[in-house]
């Protein structure tokens, strides 16, 4: 089981820091032709020693199967699916319970084709899984384009592509958001007057709603932003808060022996003391910095939506939920720490004490890991690269101070309660806990691919048993496996199970729609919610952004643009605490038209679309989601959420964009000043 738990570690290691670097598949496409209508795109991969590419049609249930996505084929028709070529292995996987195929060494997939028209355009990608023993890539592609004459046409494709192209000749021809902004994406399909002024408006007055406004928005006063300061200080909680883990308690009284036994120089000892404590601090913020850039704002913010990497965090922390329950010991593999811990034995100087650091960092990791993680996701969605970096100084700050401290005062050590019973009982406290936090993860997952499988009432539920549960335990209704014999409950026990028992009976009216402000951060949305008798809520009328910009044309009202996602944390403390408000509420459903638009939905497009990103780099829209964080950006210069810009009927901003800020009195400010501004302009 230990070496289960090491692997599992290695692997969540691997994907948080080093995912982005390994690259153990090389594809090579290529379109061959043999002077006939048909040809084949081929796709060749080589593959490192001890890793595997999965092959195709594998099913919904198992790992990132070989599949080809055409962005373009004008000119050809497929023939049949995607196929492999090659030695294909077939095994039963026990993870996932069915028989897996996969290539080693080298893969080929083929996607046969015909020629309908004398000239072709192409833009494809295939999309693949790669595996080892340890560890798994996320999914990889692989693109293909190619324009140019084709060797032949084949007589019954091309007449089958004329009865299309005639077919659809009344349609619309829109181009993409760089010129005209893609036709509507209806995405709610309530209000068909709405949807049947998109389809007449021409080409001009789609793109006049895709203008940039930026300047125009800098030209109001605009609220103070103290997201940085917030992370800061949400990252010094997290490191105050693992502090007191089971796994980094145990290493106060090592570090003061290590320091003990260095020398006896009082001034030494101090100066060695702050470096040790700024070796900490260095090592977690380069951890932060390195994941900043290896995935940058836009990479996070997709980061912490991908289903694959929250149902692995999910599974991560249930994981140490157990372990922490006593079913098992989780422990890194006991030859990195014995090794750095013998190095900083054996040198000196400002190495040992930089080792010293590092092995603090490598065995408490089991405890840390699960905070780190929850943060970076967290603060993934300020969209702003040194977010992560800002977190992870928090965090190391929180934790480096007190070893300094013990490390330059041995004594207090003295005065530092000791391992025992008391340290049993906080760790299936954190076990509690981050049972809790991992339906959290899995319900990011749930809403942003539309699984409705953990809807608001299953979520509330869960954490009303959990949190039950909790108060039980710690009243010292049951035990678990290494709890002392005869466990009493104290004082501080009885506290904190009056406050857990009393959380649980908070959100029971929640299951019956009750807003809870409090835990608003962490549930799912209320309109997940089957069963509401609650009805002060504003619900967006519509998630499509060109349907609801006409709609507010034909009624005359301003539009609010909401951009939102559904793992933005932030997003949900407003809708509960801000929206909620009668005033506002009222605000919102009458004087405006409310559009949400939610910038981690993974809802394909109709058609995927290329766009020029406002660094002018190209880049290919594939999502729902992708569409509106592309219009968020080049329109309002902006990509983190939640953020509510007023517009007028054409497009232009009414006041200043407004962000996270539970200040109702100044929400209605900004929302009357909206208002005004649109009434004086008829």
Request: glycine share 6%; charged share 20%.
């Amino acid at each position: 089981m230990k070496k289960l738990m090491s692997v599992v570690m290695l692997l969540f290691v691997a994907i948080l820091c080093n995912a982005q670097m390994a690259n153990p598949v090389k594809f090579t496409v290529q379109l061959k032709t043999n002077g006939t209508a048909e040809a084949e795109i081929v796709f060749s991969g080589k593959i490192e020693s001890g890793w595997h590419v999965y092959s195709t049609n594998l099913g919904g249930d198992g790992p990132t199967e070989a599949a080809v996505h055409f962005d373009k084929k004008d000119g050809i028709e497929l023939v049949g699916k995607l196929t492999p070529r090659g030695h294909e292995i077939s095994k039963m996987d026990d993870m996932f319970g069915m028989v897996l195929r996969y290539f080693e060494n080298s893969a080929q997939f083929v996607q046969k084709i015909k020629f309908t028209k004398p000239e072709h355009d192409i833009k494809c990608y295939l999309e693949y899984g790669a595996c080892n023993d340890e560890s798994c890539m996320p999914p990889s592609t692989a693109e293909f384009a190619h324009k140019g004459k084709s060797p032949a046409v084949d007589a019954a494709a091309a007449k089958d592509a004329a009865k299309t192209e005639a077919k659809d000749a009344n349609v619309a021809d829109v181009a993409d958001p760089t010129t005209t902004a893609e036709a509507v994406t209806d995405t709610v399909a309530t209000d068909t007057a709405a949807v049947a002024a998109v389809a007449n408006m021409d080409k001009s007055e789609l793109q006049k709603l895709w203008t940039p406004v930026v300047k125009q928005l800098e030209k109001f006063d605009k609220p103070i932003n103290n997201s940085l300061l917030y992370i800061f200080f949400a990252g010094l909680l997290g490191g105050l808060l693992a502090l007191f883990t089971p796994c980094v308690w145990p290493i106060i009284p090592m570090t003061v022996s290590f320091f003990l036994k260095r020398n006896k120089e009082r001034r030494k000892a101090i100066r060695e003391a702050i470096t040790y404590g700024v070796s900490i601090v260095v090592i977690y913020v380069a951890l932060g910095l390195i994941v900043s850039l290896l995935f940058g704002a836009s990479a996070l913010n997709a980061l912490s939506t991908n289903a694959i990497f929250n149902i692995l965090f999910c599974l991560l922390l249930v994981v140490f939920a157990a372990s922490f329950f006593g079913a098992f010991e989780i422990t890194l593999p006991s030859s990195w720490s014995n090794k750095i811990d013998q190095k900083s034995d054996e040198t000196s100087g400002f190495i040992s004490i930089f080792l010293m650091a590092f092995t603090l960092s490598l065995v408490s990791f089991s405890c840390t890991g699960p905070i780190i993680g929850f943060l970076l996701v967290a603060v993934s969605s300020s969209g702003d690269i040194v977010a992560p970096t800002i977190g992870m100084l928090g965090f190391a700050v929180a934790l480096a101070v007190p070893f300094a401290l013990f490390a330059m005062f041995p004594t207090l050590l003295k005065s530092a309660p000791k391992s025992g019973g008391w340290m049993n009982v906080l760790k299936v406290v954190l076990g509690f806990i981050e049972l809790a936090f991992a339906l959290k993860f899995l319900s990011v997952a749930d809403l942003a691919y539309g699984w409705h499988i953990l809807d608001r009432e299953a979520f509330l539920a869960l954490w009303i048993i959990i949190f039950g549960l909790l108060g039980l335990y710690l009243l010292g209704m049951f035990n678990f496996p290494h709890d002392d014999e005869g466990r009493r409950t104290n004082v501080p026990q009885f506290f904190l199970a009056l406050l857990s028992l009393s959380f649980a009976m908070y959100m029971v009216p929640g299951l019956w729609g009750a807003p809870l402000k409090a835990v608003s951060a962490f549930a799912p949305p209320m309109n997940t919610q089957d069963f509401n008798l609650y009805k002060n809520e504003v619900h967006p009328r519509f998630k499509d952004f060109e349907a609801g910009m006409a709609a507010a044309r034909l009624e005359g009202k301003p539009v609010m643009v909401d951009f939102t996602g559904f793992g933005c944390v932030n997003c949900r403390k407003m809708e509960a605490a801000v929206w909620t408000d009668s005033k506002v509420a009222d605000m919102l459903n009458q004087k405006y038209v409310l559009i949400s638009l939610y910038v981690d939905d993974k809802t394909p497009l109709p058609e995927p679309m290329v766009v020029t990103d406002t660094d002018g780099t190209q880049r290919t829209l594939r999502t729902i989601g992708d569409k509106w964080s592309y219009l968020q950006r080049y329109k309002f210069g902006s990509n983190t959420q939640p953020m509510y810009v007023l517009i007028d009927n054409e497009g232009m901003p009414l006041t200043g964009s407004r962000s996270y800020d539970e200040d109702i009195n100044e929400y209605m400010k900004f929302l009357q000043t909206g208002l005004d501004n649109y009434n004086n302009k008829k």
